[in-house]
């Protein structure tokens, strides 16, 4: 049960885009299209921000997208604003035995 | 208004007992995907376990045989029975509804802390 390995931190100026990576492998990411991902803000709950590699649920901004190709998957935040400074983590569905794997989150810095 | 409120968390010690509570509001947790999640001090996230609305049951394999998830559908509540508690079992806990179609967490309480220390 490996966790999905993403880089530890990501930062931008306001108004820019910052892309965050998952990798896993064929038996998580790449197998399914059941890729999320969640903001945490410190001391908080993680909220779902995109779900099934690129939804996303109501109330969530635009600005916010995902994709993926093969073993990885993708966060784009565009239009960089202060409120989007948080961690981020993607998870997957990994099938009947693991079936849940996380990210191991990905600090984003607005500059 | 979907909520969920865990309780139940507490200083115990290694080799200790614990049962955390999630309590449910606006939705039924008997006809849901129930999970418990828990992120060490400076960690990120780690699956724990998962109750299917079936009654099915899962576990990660570090807390398998120890952790145990049940549900009181007549307090619309989760539970996360954990025996035999280790120092690296210590987190914040949290519950969330799965949409398990899209096998996503939707909804998440906002944690309990558990520390496991002599």
């Known amino acids: 049960q490996s966790a999905l390995t993403q880089p530890p931190s990501a930062s931008g100026s306001p108004g820019q885009s910052v892309t965050i990576s998952c990798t896993g492998s064929?038996?998580?990411?790449?197998?399914?299209?059941?890729v999320s991902w969640y903001q945490q803000h410190p001391g908080k709950a993680p909220k779902l921000m995109i779900y099934e590699v690129t939804k996303r649920p109501s109330g969530v901004p635009d600005r916010f997208s995902g994709s993926k190709s093969g073993n990885t998957a993708s966060l784009t935040v565009s239009g960089l604003q202060a409120e989007d400074e948080a961690d981020y983590y993607c998870?997957?569905?990994?099938?009947?035995?693991?079936?849940?794997?996380f990210g191991t989150g990905t600090k984003v810095t607005v500059l | 208004e979907v909520q969920l409120v865990e309780s139940g968390g507490d200083l115990v010690q290694p080799g200790g007992s614990l049962r955390l509570s999630c309590a449910a509001s606006?939705?039924?947790?008997?006809?849901?995907?129930m999970s418990w999640v828990r992120q060490a001090p400076g960690k990120g996230l780690e699956w724990v376990s998962v109750?299917?609305?079936?009654?099915?049951?899962y576990y990660a394999d570090s807390v398998k045989g120890r952790f145990t998830i049940s549900r009181d559908n007549s307090k619309n509540t989760l539970y996360l029975q954990m025996n035999s508690l280790r120092a690296e079992d210590t987190a914040v806990y949290y519950c969330?509804?799965?949409?398990?179609?899209?096998?996503?967490?939707?909804?998440w309480g906002q944690g309990t802390l558990v520390t496991v220390s002599s």
């Open positions: 109750l299917y609305n079936g009654g099915n049951t």
């Open positions: 998870s997957s569905y990994a099938g009947s035995n693991t079936l849940w794997v």
């Open positions: 969330a509804r799965i949409r398990f179609l899209q096998w996503t967490g939707d909804y």
């Open positions: 606006g939705f039924t947790v008997s006809t849901n995907y």
């Open positions: 064929s038996s998580d990411v790449g197998g399914y299209n059941l």
